[in-house]
Protein backbone atom coordinates (compact mmCIF):
# COMPACT_ATOMS: atom_id res chain seq x y z
CA UNK A 1 0.00 0.00 0.00
CA UNK A 2 0.96 3.25 -0.71
CA UNK A 3 1.88 6.29 2.16
CA UNK A 4 -0.10 9.14 1.35
CA UNK A 5 1.18 12.29 2.53
CA UNK A 6 -2.89 13.51 3.41
CA UNK A 7 -2.65 11.13 6.28
CA UNK A 8 0.96 12.69 7.43
CA UNK A 9 -1.02 16.10 7.38
CA UNK A 10 -0.49 17.74 11.09
CA UNK A 11 -4.46 17.82 12.62
CA UNK A 12 -3.03 20.24 15.50
CA UNK A 13 -2.72 23.57 13.51
CA UNK A 14 -6.33 24.49 13.87
CA UNK A 15 -9.57 22.76 14.48
CA UNK A 16 -13.13 23.47 12.59
CA UNK A 17 -15.45 23.50 15.37
CA UNK A 18 -18.60 22.18 13.35
CA UNK A 19 -16.97 19.15 12.37
CA UNK A 20 -14.83 18.12 15.70
CA UNK A 21 -17.14 15.02 15.89
CA UNK A 22 -18.30 12.85 13.02
CA UNK A 23 -21.84 11.55 13.78
CA UNK A 24 -22.38 8.33 14.88
CA UNK A 25 -23.11 6.80 11.23
CA UNK A 26 -19.69 6.36 10.23
CA UNK A 27 -15.90 5.90 11.68
CA UNK A 28 -13.99 9.03 11.36
CA UNK A 29 -10.85 8.24 9.69
CA UNK A 30 -7.45 10.13 9.83
CA UNK A 31 -7.60 11.28 6.24
CA UNK A 32 -11.24 12.87 6.54
CA UNK A 33 -9.73 14.21 9.99
CA UNK A 34 -7.24 15.95 8.97
CA UNK A 35 -9.22 17.66 5.79
CA UNK A 36 -12.22 18.86 8.37
CA UNK A 37 -9.12 20.36 10.84
CA UNK A 38 -7.66 22.56 8.49
CA UNK A 39 -9.57 25.76 7.46
CA UNK A 40 -10.81 25.84 3.71
CA UNK A 41 -9.73 28.81 1.78
CA UNK A 42 -11.51 29.09 -1.07
CA UNK A 43 -9.32 31.29 -2.68
CA UNK A 44 -6.48 29.17 -2.50
CA UNK A 45 -8.88 25.92 -3.91
CA UNK A 46 -9.40 27.61 -7.14
CA UNK A 47 -5.86 26.19 -8.07
CA UNK A 48 -6.38 23.22 -6.92
CA UNK A 49 -9.95 23.01 -9.05
CA UNK A 50 -7.67 23.14 -12.01
CA UNK A 51 -7.37 19.26 -11.60
CA UNK A 52 -10.83 19.09 -11.34
CA UNK A 53 -12.51 20.83 -13.90
CA UNK A 54 -11.56 18.69 -17.20
CA UNK A 55 -14.54 16.35 -16.06
CA UNK A 56 -16.58 18.27 -13.59
CA UNK A 57 -16.24 21.58 -15.65
CA UNK A 58 -14.91 24.89 -14.74
CA UNK A 59 -18.32 26.05 -12.99
CA UNK A 60 -18.85 23.08 -11.31
CA UNK A 61 -21.47 22.01 -13.33
CA UNK A 62 -21.01 18.53 -14.23
CA UNK A 63 -22.22 17.20 -16.95
CA UNK A 64 -25.82 16.49 -17.87
CA UNK A 65 -25.40 13.23 -18.92
CA UNK A 66 -24.22 12.86 -15.65
CA UNK A 67 -21.26 10.53 -15.89
CA UNK A 68 -19.69 13.57 -13.81
CA UNK A 69 -21.66 14.86 -10.56
CA UNK A 70 -22.16 18.69 -10.31
CA UNK A 71 -20.19 19.36 -7.03
CA UNK A 72 -21.18 23.74 -7.27
CA UNK A 73 -22.38 24.67 -3.92
CA UNK A 74 -22.18 21.05 -2.41
CA UNK A 75 -21.62 21.12 1.69
CA UNK A 76 -17.98 21.51 1.70
CA UNK A 77 -18.09 18.78 4.80
CA UNK A 78 -19.79 16.03 2.16
CA UNK A 79 -17.26 17.21 -0.82
CA UNK A 80 -14.78 16.40 2.20
CA UNK A 81 -16.07 12.73 3.08
CA UNK A 82 -16.52 12.07 -0.70
CA UNK A 83 -12.92 12.87 -1.50
CA UNK A 84 -11.54 11.01 1.41
CA UNK A 85 -13.93 8.12 0.44
CA UNK A 86 -12.89 8.06 -3.26
CA UNK A 87 -9.06 8.35 -2.38
CA UNK A 88 -9.69 5.24 0.22
CA UNK A 89 -11.09 3.82 -2.15
CA UNK A 90 -14.26 3.29 -0.17
CA UNK A 91 -16.23 4.59 -2.68
CA UNK A 92 -15.40 2.67 -6.13
CA UNK A 93 -14.51 5.42 -8.45
CA UNK A 94 -11.64 4.04 -11.54
CA UNK A 95 -12.43 7.42 -13.28
CA UNK A 96 -11.54 9.87 -10.88
CA UNK A 97 -8.70 7.85 -8.88
CA UNK A 98 -5.92 8.54 -10.54
CA UNK A 99 -5.71 12.06 -9.47
CA UNK A 100 -7.12 12.03 -6.64
CA UNK A 101 -4.61 9.33 -5.65
CA UNK A 102 -1.78 12.44 -6.27
CA UNK A 103 0.51 11.89 -3.18
CA UNK A 104 1.07 16.02 -3.81
CA UNK A 105 -2.99 16.62 -2.78
CA UNK A 106 -2.51 17.86 1.03
CA UNK A 107 -5.26 17.57 3.66
CA UNK A 108 -5.01 21.43 3.33
CA UNK A 109 -5.86 21.09 -0.49
CA UNK A 110 -8.83 19.70 0.44
CA UNK A 111 -10.20 21.31 2.55
CA UNK A 112 -9.38 24.47 0.06
CA UNK A 113 -10.62 22.54 -3.26
CA UNK A 114 -13.93 21.68 -1.09
CA UNK A 115 -14.63 25.38 0.27
CA UNK A 116 -14.16 26.45 -3.66
CA UNK A 117 -16.26 24.01 -4.70
CA UNK A 118 -18.64 25.03 -2.40
CA UNK A 119 -18.74 28.71 -2.93
CA UNK A 120 -19.26 27.95 -6.72
CA UNK A 121 -22.70 29.46 -7.85
CA UNK A 122 -25.38 26.91 -8.43
CA UNK A 123 -26.98 27.74 -11.98
CA UNK A 124 -29.68 25.56 -12.65
CA UNK A 125 -29.26 23.72 -15.94
CA UNK A 126 -28.28 20.36 -14.84
CA UNK A 127 -30.50 17.35 -16.21
CA UNK A 128 -33.88 17.46 -15.24
CA UNK A 129 -34.59 13.87 -15.58
CA UNK A 130 -38.04 12.73 -17.45
CA UNK A 131 -40.59 14.51 -15.02
CA UNK A 132 -43.47 11.94 -15.69
CA UNK A 133 -43.28 9.99 -11.92
CA UNK A 134 -43.12 13.06 -9.84
CA UNK A 135 -45.83 11.79 -7.21
CA UNK A 136 -44.73 8.42 -6.86
CA UNK A 137 -41.47 9.48 -6.75
CA UNK A 138 -42.56 12.62 -3.77
CA UNK A 139 -44.52 9.62 -2.21
CA UNK A 140 -41.03 7.57 -1.57
CA UNK A 141 -38.96 10.73 -0.98
CA UNK A 142 -40.94 12.22 1.80
CA UNK A 143 -41.66 9.10 3.83
CA UNK A 144 -37.91 7.39 3.01
CA UNK A 145 -35.52 10.38 2.29
CA UNK A 146 -36.60 13.87 3.71
CA UNK A 147 -35.66 13.52 6.94
CA UNK A 148 -32.20 13.40 6.44
CA UNK A 149 -32.01 15.33 2.49
CA UNK A 150 -34.69 17.53 3.58
CA UNK A 151 -37.87 18.29 2.34
CA UNK A 152 -35.82 20.61 -0.38
CA UNK A 153 -33.71 18.09 -1.01
CA UNK A 154 -30.78 20.84 0.85
CA UNK A 155 -29.09 18.40 3.02
CA UNK A 156 -27.54 18.80 6.44
CA UNK A 157 -23.74 19.78 6.24
CA UNK A 158 -23.30 19.27 9.95
CA UNK A 159 -24.46 15.18 9.90
CA UNK A 160 -22.80 15.33 6.30
CA UNK A 161 -25.98 14.35 4.42
CA UNK A 162 -25.36 15.58 0.76
CA UNK A 163 -27.78 18.13 -0.84
CA UNK A 164 -29.69 16.34 -3.94
CA UNK A 165 -31.27 19.47 -5.00
CA UNK A 166 -29.57 20.53 -8.74
CA UNK A 167 -27.99 17.38 -9.24
CA UNK A 168 -28.22 15.52 -12.73
CA UNK A 169 -30.65 12.73 -13.04
CA UNK A 170 -28.80 10.17 -14.10
CA UNK A 171 -26.27 10.89 -11.75
CA UNK A 172 -28.99 10.98 -9.05
CA UNK A 173 -30.14 7.06 -10.30
CA UNK A 174 -26.77 5.75 -10.93
CA UNK A 175 -25.93 6.33 -6.86
CA UNK A 176 -29.06 5.10 -5.37
CA UNK A 177 -28.58 1.90 -7.22
CA UNK A 178 -24.54 1.86 -6.66
CA UNK A 179 -26.02 2.41 -2.90
CA UNK A 180 -28.43 -0.41 -2.89
CA UNK A 181 -26.22 -2.66 -4.84
CA UNK A 182 -22.87 -2.40 -1.96
CA UNK A 183 -21.00 -0.54 -4.51
CA UNK A 184 -21.06 2.96 -2.58
CA UNK A 185 -19.56 1.39 0.99
CA UNK A 186 -19.53 3.96 4.04
CA UNK A 187 -23.25 5.35 2.98
CA UNK A 188 -25.45 5.78 6.27
CA UNK A 189 -27.23 2.55 7.31
CA UNK A 190 -30.29 3.36 7.21
CA UNK A 191 -30.11 4.82 3.91
CA UNK A 192 -29.17 1.67 2.79
CA UNK A 193 -31.43 -0.65 4.57
CA UNK A 194 -34.50 1.26 2.72
CA UNK A 195 -32.99 1.49 -0.77
CA UNK A 196 -32.65 -2.24 -0.71
CA UNK A 197 -36.31 -2.25 -1.19
CA UNK A 198 -36.09 -0.37 -3.50
CA UNK A 199 -37.23 -1.57 -7.60
CA UNK A 200 -35.58 0.26 -10.30
CA UNK A 201 -38.54 2.32 -10.97
CA UNK A 202 -38.90 3.51 -7.42
CA UNK A 203 -35.52 4.54 -8.41
CA UNK A 204 -36.44 6.33 -11.70
CA UNK A 205 -39.31 8.34 -9.83
CA UNK A 206 -37.64 9.06 -6.12
CA UNK A 207 -34.68 10.49 -8.88
CA UNK A 208 -37.22 12.22 -10.83
CA UNK A 209 -38.54 13.90 -7.58
CA UNK A 210 -35.16 14.58 -6.56
CA UNK A 211 -34.42 16.53 -10.05
CA UNK A 212 -36.78 18.95 -9.87
CA UNK A 213 -36.18 20.59 -6.62
CA UNK A 214 -35.71 24.29 -6.82
CA UNK A 215 -32.30 25.37 -7.19
CA UNK A 216 -30.82 26.66 -3.57
CA UNK A 217 -30.86 29.81 -3.28
CA UNK A 218 -32.79 31.08 -6.34
C1 LIG B 1 -11.06 12.18 -14.88
C2 LIG B 1 -12.31 12.76 -14.48
C3 LIG B 1 -12.38 13.35 -13.09
C4 LIG B 1 -11.54 14.29 -12.52
C5 LIG B 1 -10.32 14.95 -13.13
C6 LIG B 1 -12.09 14.57 -11.20
N1 LIG B 1 -13.23 13.84 -10.99
FE1 LIG B 1 -14.45 13.91 -9.38
N2 LIG B 1 -15.63 12.46 -10.15
C7 LIG B 1 -15.45 11.87 -11.38
C8 LIG B 1 -16.50 10.88 -11.57
C9 LIG B 1 -16.66 9.99 -12.79
C10 LIG B 1 -17.31 10.89 -10.41
C11 LIG B 1 -18.56 10.07 -10.13
C12 LIG B 1 -18.32 8.62 -9.90
C13 LIG B 1 -19.62 7.92 -9.55
O1 LIG B 1 -20.37 7.66 -10.46
O2 LIG B 1 -19.87 7.67 -8.39
C14 LIG B 1 -16.73 11.90 -9.55
C15 LIG B 1 -17.21 12.20 -8.29
C16 LIG B 1 -16.73 13.20 -7.47
C17 LIG B 1 -17.27 13.55 -6.17
C18 LIG B 1 -18.48 12.95 -5.49
C19 LIG B 1 -19.65 13.87 -5.71
C20 LIG B 1 -20.89 13.49 -4.97
O3 LIG B 1 -21.89 14.19 -5.17
O4 LIG B 1 -20.87 12.52 -4.22
C21 LIG B 1 -16.53 14.59 -5.70
C22 LIG B 1 -16.71 15.32 -4.39
C23 LIG B 1 -15.52 14.88 -6.69
N3 LIG B 1 -15.66 14.02 -7.76
C24 LIG B 1 -14.59 15.89 -6.58
C25 LIG B 1 -13.52 16.07 -7.45
C26 LIG B 1 -12.46 17.03 -7.22
C27 LIG B 1 -12.42 18.00 -6.07
C28 LIG B 1 -11.59 16.89 -8.25
C29 LIG B 1 -10.28 17.62 -8.45
C30 LIG B 1 -9.34 17.52 -7.37
C31 LIG B 1 -12.10 15.85 -9.13
N4 LIG B 1 -13.27 15.38 -8.61
C32 LIG B 1 -11.51 15.44 -10.31
C33 LIG B 1 -14.48 12.18 -12.30
C34 LIG B 1 -13.44 13.07 -12.12
C1 LIG C 1 -30.56 8.34 7.55
C2 LIG C 1 -30.26 9.42 6.64
C3 LIG C 1 -30.53 9.19 5.17
C4 LIG C 1 -31.68 8.74 4.58
C5 LIG C 1 -32.98 8.31 5.26
C6 LIG C 1 -31.44 8.77 3.15
N1 LIG C 1 -30.17 9.22 2.90
FE1 LIG C 1 -29.33 9.44 1.07
N2 LIG C 1 -27.55 9.92 1.91
C7 LIG C 1 -27.34 9.99 3.25
C8 LIG C 1 -25.92 10.17 3.48
C9 LIG C 1 -25.25 10.32 4.81
C10 LIG C 1 -25.31 10.19 2.21
C11 LIG C 1 -23.83 10.32 1.90
C12 LIG C 1 -23.23 8.95 1.99
C13 LIG C 1 -21.76 8.98 1.79
O1 LIG C 1 -21.09 9.68 2.54
O2 LIG C 1 -21.28 8.37 0.82
C14 LIG C 1 -26.38 10.04 1.24
C15 LIG C 1 -26.17 10.05 -0.14
C16 LIG C 1 -27.19 9.99 -1.06
C17 LIG C 1 -27.03 10.19 -2.47
C18 LIG C 1 -25.74 10.52 -3.20
C19 LIG C 1 -25.62 12.01 -3.31
C20 LIG C 1 -24.33 12.48 -3.94
O3 LIG C 1 -24.16 13.69 -4.11
O4 LIG C 1 -23.47 11.67 -4.27
C21 LIG C 1 -28.26 10.05 -3.04
C22 LIG C 1 -28.61 10.20 -4.50
C23 LIG C 1 -29.18 9.74 -1.97
N3 LIG C 1 -28.50 9.74 -0.77
C24 LIG C 1 -30.51 9.49 -2.15
C25 LIG C 1 -31.37 9.07 -1.13
C26 LIG C 1 -32.71 8.62 -1.36
C27 LIG C 1 -33.38 8.54 -2.71
C28 LIG C 1 -33.24 8.32 -0.13
C29 LIG C 1 -34.61 7.77 0.18
C30 LIG C 1 -35.01 6.60 -0.56
C31 LIG C 1 -32.20 8.57 0.86
N4 LIG C 1 -31.07 9.02 0.20
C32 LIG C 1 -32.36 8.39 2.21
C33 LIG C 1 -28.29 9.92 4.26
C34 LIG C 1 -29.59 9.48 4.09
Known amino acids: MKVSLWNAWPLALCSTAAF ?118 KRLYERDCASCHGAAGQGQAAQFYPRVAAQHYPYLVREVQMIRDGQRRNSHPEMVAVVKRYSVADIEAVADYMAQFPVPGK
Open 20 to 137: AQAPAWFELKPDLRAALAAKGDAKRGAGVFELCEACHRKDGAGRAKGNFPALAGQHASVLMKQLADIRAGRRFNPVMQAVIDDPSITAQDVADVAAYAQSLPVRGEHDKGPGKALAPG
